[in-house]
RNA sequence: GCGCUCGUAGCUCAGGGGAUAGAGCGCUGCCCUGCGGAGGCAGAGGCCGGAGGUUCGAAUCCUCCCGGGCGCACCA
């Protein structure tokens, strides 16, 4: 990408000066360039000047004038300048700019893919909401921040893998089997009520009822007996369908669905390790429970693995999870994707993998404040009435995909963000997702006009595309890798959205300014043609990679 | 109390060592005898929570304080 290349003549000039004896030798720090905010400043601004000033024991204006005369030539650059406080910026040639619409044009869906991945397995790990209940808004944001990741990722040429990791075992899920069974024996007439902590939700009668009209009363047991564990197992799995298909409205698709509970089986992966933590040592007995001795690796205090009352913990499968994706699996790099309340869990699974063998580095916990709903001025609690409470699929529903992963992509993830019901649905300008989409429908528009009057890109000359308009939008266009990357290194998805109404407004102002079908100017109107083909390319791609759709009209 | 995180325009949020702090919405005033006005242009609106410090340079880094959110289980 540009900005690399720039970076490179810096590098360069760098080098070069050095050599030249017109700078001093020393080592020289990293550099980086960036987007000056004014636009009289250039298209890209080096700042090592300011930054080598004292190494080199010159005034950063000078250090920036021997800089600028080992500037190597370009044929992007159309002109390097030095600027006080001592910064170097870089202007880009018109001509050059305008033949990368031609470029994007032909790229088409190849456009800001790249291979900085490759041969990178990374596994990305998203929702993993209990299968207990049905998913609601905060794993909604979270699906959203995952699978848009992971759709970057896969464009820059990583091998990703998508995972939900289903708590099919534990506590919770024992209480979910009971709720169940007391739901299913009512449907029989019997008077028994759902137990202490159950669930007591609507859905589970759902669940009961289907289960009974599938296979009838065979789960129906003596009175005052345990429930059948086939029946939990059951509703188990009826809640992952449905899981999967809220998640499969959301455009969210998984490679792995994961059990906790294979974890367990006999001469499983939870027996491994924990036999592995007891050869190293980091097993203690104590109080009647097995504790993980996490104090001795930073931990502020250790953590039961397994209760008094013989159950393990969360985290105990969770440390045999993680040996499995490090270990077993061989990722290179694993991506957990959690909600701020687990924030406290982090640490405890980074000490985790580091004892069992695993990079702790490798493994990246991204975690994303919750998530309020409101409508307009009003806020909507989370939970309706006990137990029930609003779900991804209402969402979903009520104000459709696009905007769903939208509005969660808006905010950084550390950001709380309220979900305005209201301004999501609005089919109107202060809602930003019909903004980008309208530009997208405009250039599908006008190209299918000119289709229609005979009108194509073909052998258009790109460069004459110099209006101020038209060079702003490429250079807009040419920006995408730039953000593609910082989603990636920050794992900041939130950057496409904004990036995307940049993109728009440069559309829009181009089209307002810049009239592209004109029977009486062919070449240019040709030019303009190659131009709206670079431009959907690159508003379609962005759009595609958060889940969102491209019309082609609305 | 301890840990993580946030505090930037009226509202929702970007920017996380650089040059005069940005966007959308809202507000005010303009622009349709030409491809979709779901658009564009202009303007008003900010001691970047507060106080110290580091630096040539701080909204950005450090310390303390104030305020919001989330954690601190033999729950997940």
């Known amino acids: 990408m540009i900005r690399d290349e720039i970076r490179a003549l810096v590098e360069q000039a760098l080098a070069a000066a050095q050599g030249a004896g017109d700078l001093p030798q020393f080592a020289t720090p990293a550099v980086t360039v960036e987007h000056p905010q004014r636009p009289e400043h250039g298209d890209f601004s080096a700042n090592l000047p300011l930054r080598i000033q004292g190494l080199a024991k010159m005034k950063a204006v000078e250090v920036a004038e021997a800089l600028r005369r080992h500037v190597p030539a370009s044929e992007a650059v159309a002109a390097v300048r030095v600027a006080p406080p001592g910064f170097l910026n870089f202007y880009l040639e018109p001509g050059w700019v305008a033949r990368q619409a031609a470029a994007i044009a032909a790229a088409g869906e190849q456009y800001a893919t790249s291979d900085a991945g490759r041969g990178q397995r990374v596994q990305i ?168 001795a996490s104090s001795e690796l930073g931990e502020s205090k250790d953590n039961v693995l397994i209760r008094s009352d013989g159950m393990p913990t969360y985290y105990a499968t969770d440390i045999a999870y993680h040996y499995d994706k490090f270990i077993e699996r061989g990722f290179d790099r694993v991506i957990d994707i959690w909600g701020a309340d687990h924030q406290g869990h982090v640490s405890r699974v980074k000490a985790a993998v580091a004892a069992v063998g695993g990079d702790p580095d490798r493994l990246d916990v991204l975690l994303y404040q919750l998530v309020a709903l409101r409508r307009g001025r009003e806020a909507v609690p989370l939970s309706k009435r006990a137990g029930e409470i609003v779900t991804l699929r209402e969402i979903v529903e009520e104000v459709g995909v696009d905007a769903t992963r939208f509005f969660f992509l808006l905010p950084s993830a550390n950001q709380t963000m309220d979900f305005d019901l209201e301004l999501a649905k609005k089919q109107s300008d202060e809602n930003p997702v019909f903004y980008v989409q309208y530009a997208h429908a405009r250039i599908a528009g006008v190209l299918a006009k000119a289709r229609e009057e005979g009108f194509s890109s073909e052998d258009a000359d790109s460069q004459l595309l110099t209006h101020d308009a038209e060079q702003t939008l490429i250079r807009k266009l040419l920006l995408l890798p730039e953000v593609l990357e910082e989603v990636i290194e920050g794992l900041a998805p939130h950057h496409l959205p904004h990036y995307a109404q940049d993109l728009a407004a440069a559309f829009h102002v181009f089209y307002t300014q810049c009239r592209v079908i004109d029977a009486s ?11 709206l083909d670079a431009a959907r390319v690159v508003l379609s791609r962005t759009l595609g990679l958060m889940g969102v759709s491209a019309p082609e009209q609305m």
């Open 125 to 292: 790990e998203y929702v993993s909401a209990n299968p207990t209940g049905p998913i609601h808004v905060g794993n909604g944001r979270g699906a959203a921040i995952g699978s848009t990741l992971a759709n970057v990722m896969r464009g820059a040429g990583y091998d990703v893998e998508q995972e939900y990791y289903v708590n099919d075992a534990g506590t919770q899920v024992a209480i979910f089997g009971r709720t169940l069974y007391a739901r299913y024996q009512q449907l029989f007439g019997r008077e028994v009520t759902i137990p202490e902590n159950g669930y007591p939700g609507e859905y589970v009668v759902e669940v009961a009822k289907g289960i009974r009209n599938r296979l009838g009363d065979r789960f129906l047991r003596p009175s005052g007996e345990e429930s059948d564990p086939e029946l939990g197992r059951l509703g188990i799995h009826v809640m992952v369908d449905q899981i999967r298909e809220d998640l499969h409205a959301m455009g969210v698709e998984y490679d792995v669905w994961y059990s906790e509970r294979s974890l367990q089986a006999e001469g499983g992966m939870y027996d491994r390790v924990l036999s592995l933590l007891r050869e190293r040592g980091y097993i203690v007995e104590r109080e009647g429970a097995v504790w993980f």
């Open 521 to 531: 100017n062919e070449p240019l109107t040709r030019a303009r043609l190659l131009l």
